[in-house]
Every structure is written in structure tokens, then in C-alpha cells.
DNA sequence: ACTATAACGGAACCATCATTCCGGTTGTCA
DNA sequence: TGACAACCGGAATGATGGTTCCGTTATAGT
């Protein structure tokens, strides 16, 4: 969360309450969003801020900007899990499947976030937010290098991740059952040239 | 989509325009939800039917009570699926896979039963939905069979079909890739004892 | 044909929220 | 310490969408 949301150049420096309201605002918003989920009202929000909506406002335009600068950042954490996945020289296998376990983690955490995931909303937001992190191009690097070490199918897309979180956002809100999902799904990845049986 | 959606015993018949308009509803609610999902509005499917909401709100005297009998009937279609699978003496594994794919195929062309399938709502359907009809106890049965042929991991389990639904709900509002997700699903579904690797 | 009644249509109602407005405060700078 | 802009709070506004109401119309039985 850098100090620019507002995306203003910066003429005048925010004044101390400002500054002091604005973190009062994200803090209250991170808290009410990840538990109740995107329909979370604004006013609620304010509330549990301790603020006016009108504050609120000021500091973010829009109930979308607001989300979307929550979610930018959980994205950007999830980001520095795979750059740090990308450094370790352990089973590769276990460096990618271990930063889409961490993602799923966060997310069970935040309702909003999964169904951010999950919902048509995605659309809007991910060549944003995709843009800004290197988040896919980390994962996909991360599934390349397990592919090279045969630890991941060969076929398996970068493409494919998304579709796996979306699913996870979905899963997640419904049931605990999201460990079981992650399971199957990082099967589904695995690889599995091995013939099995004379089909 | 039986007679009595309204669950009045039924102490008159109902009368010959009103059938009429019933089946007109039906038929606007299905094709209306199916493009456009559960954000349908009421007047949006009675003027598609050509009658007042009023007419709409005397044969459904809810939008969820709506939603739900067609939901209902979809599911019905994939419980008799999933009952021609069991009668199929063929490839046990197929039969299991197949009925999946069929539910998907279905969940591609109806955005409300996407819908359903992987947000909240279906917590409330859920529980009715598959009391009503057996398709939980088939499916399971089905898994099972394939379970005993050695073709579907043995520590799969009835309670993770839900799961790929949900995930599958999601997935398809969002990318063309549901094909994508089954792929990998069922195989983190197969039976995948035999090791691969040193791990 | 005629009436009692079931069914219609669609305007009006109401609740829910995001967003806007503006009179009152407060921080900052001289 | 005073003045002025930057901020604040929260009532009011507006849009959306489900649901209700009631005067009108079609149907079934005589």
C-alpha cells in the first residue's frame, strides 16, 4: 500500500489527520472486507473506521478503487512469495506448488479476495493487477522449472494458474474443503507421463 | 419441472390461460437466467414472457422460489445422467468422468446454474437440491465403482465432487477454460498410486 | 348470455446502497 | 494568535430492483 492511491502527483503533502484517517480507513476496510466479503458497505466501513463516509470518499473515490488497492496489495504479497519461491534451490516441484498453497492461505483469510477470484469482477481487475505485479510471470517460471525437472506435466500452462485460483476462490467460501481442492487440483499438475494402464 | 411448483396441494385446477402463462414463464426464466445468470430481473423475464410481473409473482411468489425450481430441474437432468452412467458396463472410469463432463457441458450454457454452483447461494440449495434428487448417492456410487476397478484414487471422496463443481461454477463464468479445469481435475481424480519418483 | 371469481398488468412502493453536498472543524503557516 | 485552506461528518440524494396492490379482463359453470 504506497502512499499514492489517489494516484495525485503529490502538490501539497496530506495533512496529519489526513494521513492519520487515511490508515485508520485501510486498516478498518483490510478487517471489514476480508470478513464480510465485497458487500461490505461503505458505511460500515467508515464506521468501524471511526469516520465519516464522506472521508471515506475523499480518500478513495470510488467503493472500487478501495477494493482494488486491498486487493493490488494482497496480490503483491502474494508476488514476493514467488520471487522468493524462485530463489529457493529446493525440490522445484514443491517451490511452485508451495507459493499456490500459500496464495490459497491468504485467501481463505479474505472473503473479499476470494471472491475476487472467483467472480466476474476478476475480469476487470486482472490485467491490472497482473500487470502490476509479475505475479504470472514469476508462476509461470516457477512451473516451467518443475516441468524441466519432469516434477510437473508437460502440457501444463501458465495459463492454467488462473484457472486454478478462480476455482480455489469459489471452493474456498463454501466449505474448509479447500486443502482437499488444492490437493486434487496439484495432482491434476503433476506429472503423470507414466502409462498406467492399456487405456 | 413438475405441476405443483407452488406446493399447494392443488384444490382447483388451475385455469386455461394460467397454465399457459405459466409455461410462458418457465420458458423466459430459463432462457433469461441461462444468458444472463441469477442478476436477471423479474421484469426482464415477464416482459420476455409477455405478461406483468404481477402474473410472474402469482406463479412464483419469489425470485429465489423461481430460480430454485429451474435449478431443481437441471439438477434432475444430471441425476438421470448419472443414472444411465450406473446401468453402462463400460469403461467404469469413463462413466464417472462422463457424467462430470455432461454437468459441465450443462454449467457452460446456463450462467444462473454457474452461478449457483460456486457462490453462496448454494449453501441454501444445496441441502435441497441434492435431497430432492439422488444425485449425490449416484455419483458417489459411480465414484466408488471406479475406485474398486483401480481407475479413481483410492482416497477420493464422495464429498470432493461438490468441490469440483463449485470450482467448475466458478471457472466457467470467467474463461472459455472449463475444459481445461476438468482436464486437470480428473486427473488429480485418477488413481495415481504408482510412484513416480524418489519424493 | 351472465355472474362469480381466478388471473392479469403494471404503476406504485420500499429497502438497500453507493455517492454527493455543504455547514462546521482543525491543522498549518505567518 | 489569527486566518484560511484542507478536512471532517453525516444527512440527503439517486439509482436499482424486488415485491405489493388494485382496478381491469378472461374463464368456467349455469
Chains 1, 2 share one sequence.
Not at 490508515?23 to 461503505?42: D, N, P, Y
Not at 490485467?127 to 505475479?135: I, K, R
Not at 509461470?140 to 510437473?152: P, S, T, V
Request: aromatic share 6%.
Amino acid at each position: 500500500m504506497t502512499t499514492s492511491d489517489t494516484a495525485t502527483g503529490d502538490p501539497r503533502p496530506l495533512r496529519a489527520d489526513a494521513v492519520r484517517n487515511r490508515a485508520k480507513i485501510v486498516e478498518a476496510a483490510k478487517a471489514a472486507f476480508s470478513e464480510r466479503g465485497l458487500e461490505t458497505q461503505m458505511e460500515d466501513i467508515a464506521r468501524r473506521a471511526g469516520v465519516g463516509v464522506g472521508t471515506l470518499y475523499r480518500h478513495f473515490p470510488t467503493k472500487d478503487a478501495l477494493v482494488r488497492a486491498l486487493i493490488v496489495d494482497k496480490m503483491e504479497r502474494m508476488a514476493e512469495h514467488a520471487k522468493a519461491a524462485m530463489k529457493d534451490d529446493g525440490d522445484p516441484w514443491e517451490a511452485f506448488a508451495g507459493v499456490l498453497r500459500k496464495g490459497a492461505e491468504q485467501t481463505v483469510r479474505d472473503r473479499a479476495l476470494a471472491q475476487v477470484f472467483s467472480s466476474q469482477p476478476q475480469e476487470a481487475y486482472r490485467t491490472a493487477l497482473e500487470d502490476e505485479t509479475e505475479l504470472a510471470a514469476r508462476m509461470a517460471w516457477l512451473l516451467r522449472r518443475a516441468q524441466d525437472a519432469g516434477l510437473a506435466r508437460p502440457d501444463a500452462d501458465p495459463a492454467d494458474i488462473p484457472i486454478v485460483m478462480c476455482g480455489l476462490g469459489a471452493v474456498i467460501h463454501n466449505e474448509r474443503n479447500w486443502e482437499r481442492y488444492l490437493a486434487l487440483m496439484l495432482d491434476g499438475f503433476r506429472n503423470t507421463t507414466v502409462e498406467r494402464l492399456p487405456e
